[in-house]
C-alpha cells in the first residue's frame, strides 16, 4: 500500500524553553517513580504489597495471563485492520471530505504505534503464561514455536514487516518518498500475516463471532485494495493522456501556424 504524505503548509511557531523543561521533568518523573518502586518491591513492605497486589489480581493463575494474550492479540489485529483501513483512505483520498487530511494520517501512524503495543503485550504475555510458556528465542525466530509452528512463524513475519513500514513514518525524508511507498505495500503482506495466524493460529478461531470478525475485516480491506488499484491505474491512464495531449500540442501549433 502506498502512503502519499499530505502537503502540509509550514507554521512557523515560536519556540518555548517551557516545552523542553516539562519534558525534561516529565521523563525524570516517570523514570524516579520507576526507579522508587524497583526499590520500594526489595522491601518487606514491597514484598508483602507484592502478594497482595498477586492474590488480589489472581496473576498466579494460569487463566489470568491466557485471556490477557487472547484479548491483546484480538485488540492488536483489531487495530491493525484500521492502520489498513486508515492508509487506504489516506492514499485513496476518499475521506478528504469528511477529515482534515493531515489528521487522518497522524491518527494512522498512532494507531499503527498503537497495534505494536498490543503486539508487544500479547508477546510478553506468552512469556509468562505457566501451562505453554514461550522462550524469548521462540517468540522472536519465526518457525520454532511448539504451538503450530507455521502459522505462528507467519505472525512474527507479519509483526516484523508492520514494525518495519510504521519505523518508515520517521524514516521517509531519509529515504525519500519512493522508497517509503514501496515499503508501505508490505503493510499488506503484514496484515495478511496477521490475518492467516489469527485464523490458523488463534484458540477463538473456530468461534462463529471470531469467523465473522476475520471474514468482515478481510473482505473490507480486499474492498478498498481493488478500490485502491482501480483508482491507481486511472491517474496513470489519466497521466498518459495528458502526456500524449502535450506532445501533440506542439504539432497542431506548427500545423497552424504553416
Same mark, same amino acid.
Do not use: C
Given at each position: 500500500?502506498?502512503?502519499?504524505? *499530505? ?6 511557531? *515560536?519556540? $518555548? ?14 523514570? &524516579? ?7 520500594? $518491591?526489595?522491601?518487606?513492605? &514491597?514484598?508483602?504489597?507484592? #502478594? !497482595? ?11 489470568? !495471563? ?6 491483546? &492479540? ?6 491493525? !485492520? ?36 498490543? +503486539?508487544?503485550?500479547?508477546? /510478553? +504475555? ?10 524469548? !528465542? ?10 503450530? *509452528? ?22 521517509? #525524508? ?23 495466524? &489469527? ?15 476475520? #471474514? ?13 488499484? /482501480?483508482?491507481?491505474?486511472?491517474? #496513470? ?9 502535450? /506532445? ?6 506548427? /500545423?497552424?501556424?504553416?
Amino acid at each position: 500500500m502506498s502512503i502519499e504524505h *499530505p502537503n502540509q503548509p509550514s507554521r512557523t511557531q *515560536p519556540s $518555548s524553553p517551557w516545552r523542553a523543561i516539562i519534558s525534561v521533568f516529565a521523563t525524570l518523573l516517570v523514570l &524516579g517513580l520507576i526507579l522508587l518502586g524497583a526499590l520500594f $518491591s526489595l522491601t518487606p513492605s &514491597g514484598q508483602a504489597a507484592g #502478594k !497482595w497486589f498477586t492474590w488480589f489480581f489472581a496473576l498466579d493463575t494460569v487463566q489470568l !495471563w491466557w485471556y490477557v494474550t487472547r484479548a491483546s &492479540g484480538i485488540v492488536a489485529y483489531l487495530l491493525l !485492520w484500521f492502520s489498513m483501513v486508515l492508509g487506504l483512505a489516506v492514499t485513496s483520498k476518499y475521506l478528504d471530505r469528511l477529515l482534515d487530511r493531515m489528521f487522518t494520517y497522524d491518527f494512522h501512524q498512532f494507531i499503527s504505534l498503537l497495534s505494536i503495543a498490543f +503486539v508487544v503485550l500479547h508477546v /510478553a +504475555v506468552l512469556m509468562l503464561d505457566r501451562y505453554l510458556p514461550y522462550s524469548i !528465542w521462540q517468540v522472536l525466530v519465526p518457525f520454532i514455536s511448539p504451538y503450530r *509452528p507455521i502459522w505462528v512463524g507467519v505472525g512474527v513475519i507479519g509483526f516484523y514487516l508492520t514494525l518495519l513500514v510504521t519505523v518508515t513514518f520517521y524514516l521517509r #525524508k531519509r529515504i525519500g518518498m519512493r522508497l517509503f511507498r514501496i515499503i508501505h505495500v508490505l503493510s499488506l503482506v503484514g496484515y495478511l500475516g496477521a490475518t492467516l495466524h &489469527g485464523v490458523y493460529a488463534g484458540t477463538d478461531s473456530p468461534l462463529p463471532a471470531m469467523q465473522l470478525l476475520y #471474514k468482515g475485516t478481510g473482505l473490507v480491506v480486499i474492498f478498498l485494495t481493488v478500490f485502491w488499484l /482501480a483508482l491507481l491505474a486511472l491517474r #496513470k491512464l489519466e497521466a498518459r493522456r495528458q502526456a500524449l495531449a502535450l /506532445a501533440r500540442l506542439p504539432r497542431r501549433r506548427h /500545423a497552424t501556424s504553416n
